[in-house]
Structures are given as structure tokens and as C-alpha cells.
């Protein structure tokens, strides 16, 4: 079993410290919860106290005042947020569609796989061959459905508070890398900063990580099936959806019919995030405003029984 060592320091060994001595440069229990992801994704994986803070580290790692960051336009609405506010140490940033080639004047590519909550894949060939750094936003396809820096992407990011987390109880983030220098720049400047991940979360995301695969596989199965369904009910207008992963978003008639949709199933719980192991579903309106349609419904599939969920979501589209 994994130990959780909630240590802060560790005695010095022969009067030098050894690879752990102080919480915040480093701890048993991350490092153990980063060598199991930095194998799932095929790099070198350090933790962060949320999705965010991840965001955060590795935009001040990448960037500097005058750089243009192209992010790719439909991603999670709180990383436009967080990387424009930027802008007041001179950061630009630019939307693009990441079904193509991203903008030609941009110091880093910032792509989503899919996108939240419009769920377009990036175009990873077309992004690599643009000479600046890619980061791939991997939350939603998980290791289980795409490896990005085996597609030539540079950093993988993770909001380990979905689908890696998986139970709706811990808040992580997670930057993997591909290369060895840029995780130790990276990692020196955690330790400076202090954007660190607690042991606590750390030791709960490993016995995550431990039913990864079967959670995840299980999710698509029942979200691809959902999809299906959704297609052929009349309230529905369109039905977004990848082909793998627990992620569907759909259209009703506009912000009215979204609410009363969210707000009359019973197993399905009307709340926001994603990628645990009861199913959630919410109008993205209320937070993302006129960037998407009224009508949109996020759902992220658990791993309830697919027909008692169907017959939830069918009684409350039946009602509009
Ligand atoms: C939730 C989310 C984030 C932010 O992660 P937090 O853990 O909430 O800080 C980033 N990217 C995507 C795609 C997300 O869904």
C-alpha cells in the first residue's frame, strides 16, 4: 500500500539533505503519485494544488512580456480567464479554432483534447508543425484515450480534479513533460513559488489512479451509448461527442428549456466539474455566458447502470 507521510522535513543524512527535506521542494508521497501519471502519459509528471495552479506554473515558465499565447477558442472557460489576466505583464492572447492551423504570430499553443464543453479535437499534426512550444489540456481524454507527447506535443496538462481524481474529492493539477530540463525548470520553479501540491490530495490521487482504466473505459461506454440516444430525442437539437470519454454536451431550445432540463433529473445530480464517479450535468450558460448557446447542457457520465440513466434523461427532456 502507499504510505502517506504528511512530514514537512526530513533529517539531513551525513549533515547534507538527501531527496526530500522540506515539503515544499518536494515529498514521498507526490513524487510516488507523479511517477505513476508520468508512466501513463510517457513523461515527466509533477503535481500542482489544482488544475489552475498548473496553468499558472507553466505559463510563467513559457512566457514572457510581448508573447502571444494562441489558445484554442471553446477551451475551459477559466483558462481564457486565467491566461488573460496575464495581460496586465503584457501577455496577449488569441483565439483560434484548434480543428486547424493555429496562428503564425504565437509563442505558445495552448489546444484542449477535446475541448470543454464544445468538444473538438485539436488538429496535433498541424499544431506541431508551428515552431512554438504545444500544450495539450489532456483533462477530459485522459491517458486512457490520448497520449499527447506521443503525438509531438510538449506538455500535457491535467485538471487531476476530474477524471484522474475521479471521486469528486480532491482538487489537483498536473503538467507532464516531455523533456527532462523543462521538468526541472519547472519543478525549480514550483519550489520557489510555492504552487505545491499537499500530500493529502497526492496520496488520494494514487489510489485513484489504481482504477483509472476500468472507471474511464466504463464512463465511454455508457457516455457513447447516452450520445446515441440523445440523437433521437425531438427535444435535442445537436449532441457534441467525441467518440471516446464520459463528456457529452447537447443543445435544448435555449436557456429555459437548458434549466428546467438540469433541475428535473433525479439520478443525474444538477452540479458543475466533471470526470467523477456519479454522474453531474449543468447549463454552461450561467458561467460561460454568450460564448456558447443558452440551450447547452454539459453532462459528464459516471458509472451509474446506462439505461436507468437514459430513463432519467429521457423523463426530464420529456418534459420541455
Ligand atoms: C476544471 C478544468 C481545469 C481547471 O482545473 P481545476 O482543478 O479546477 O483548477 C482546466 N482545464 C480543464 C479542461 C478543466 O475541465
Known amino acids: 500500500m502507499d504510505a502517506l ?33 508520468g508512466e501513463l502519459e510517457g513523461g515527466t509528471a509533477l503535481l500542482f494544488p489544482s488544475g489552475a495552479g498548473a496553468t499558472t506554473a507553466l505559463a ?25 489576466s496575464f495581460a496586465r505583464w503584457g501577455v496577449n492572447v488569441v483565439e483560434f479554432d484548434q480543428t486547424g492551423p493555429p496562428p503564425e504570430r504565437a509563442q505558445l499553443l495552448w489546444l484542449e483534447a477535446p475541448a470543454n464543453p464544445l468538444l473538438t479535437m485539436p488538429d496535433l499534426a498541424a499544431a506541431t508543425a508551428h515552431p512554438a512550444p504545444v500544450v495539450v489540456d489532456s483533462t477530459a481524454a485522459t491517458p486512457i484515450h490520448l497520449r499527447p507527447l506521443e503525438h509531438g506535443a510538449d506538455f500535457v496538462l491535467h485538471s487531476a480534479t476530474k477524471y484522474l481524481g475521479g471521486h469528486s474529492d480532491l482538487l489537483l493539477g498536473a503538467v507532464v513533460c516531455k523533456r527532462e530540463e523543462e521538468a526541472d525548470q519547472l519543478r525549480e520553479l514550483r519550489g520557489i513559488l510555492g504552487i505545491v501540491a499537499a500530500p493529502d490530495p497526492c496520496w488520494l490521487l494514487l489510489r485513484s489512479l489504481k482504477t483509472l482504466r476500468v472507471r474511464v473505459e466504463r464512463q465511454t461506454e455508457t457516455a457513447r451509448e447516452l450520445a446515441r440516444r440523445l440523437g433521437g430525442h425531438p427535444a435535442v437539437e445537436i449532441v457534441r461527442y467525441p467518440g471516446f470519454g464520459g463528456l457529452i454536451s447537447f443543445d435544448v431550445a435555449g436557456a429555459e428549456a437548458a434549466r428546467r432540463v438540469e433541475t428535473a433529473t433525479n439520478l443525474i445530480t444538477n452540479a458543475t466539474s466533471l470526470g467523477g464517479t456519479h454522474s453531474v450535468m449543468e447549463s454552461r450558460h450561467r458561467w460561460e455566458g454568450d460564448r456558447i448557446a443558452a440551450g447547452l447542457l454539459r453532462l459528464s457520465v459516471g458509472l451509474e447502470d446506462a439505461d436507468a440513466l437514459w430513463a432519467d434523461l429521457e423523463q426530464a427532456l420529456d418534459q420541455v
Open 5 to 37: 507521510d504528511r512530514s514537512t522535513i526530513w533529517p539531513y543524512e551525513d549533515g547534507e539533505p538527501g531527496a526530500f527535506y522540506y515539503q515544499r521542494y518536494g515529498h514521498p508521497t507526490g513524487a510516488a503519485a507523479e511517477r505513476a501519471l
Open 60 to 84: 510563467l515558465t513559457l512566457l514572457k512580456p510581448g508573447d502571444t499565447v494562441a489558445l484554442a477558442a471553446g477551451a475551459y472557460f477559466g483558462t481564457g480567464r486565467l491566461l488573460g
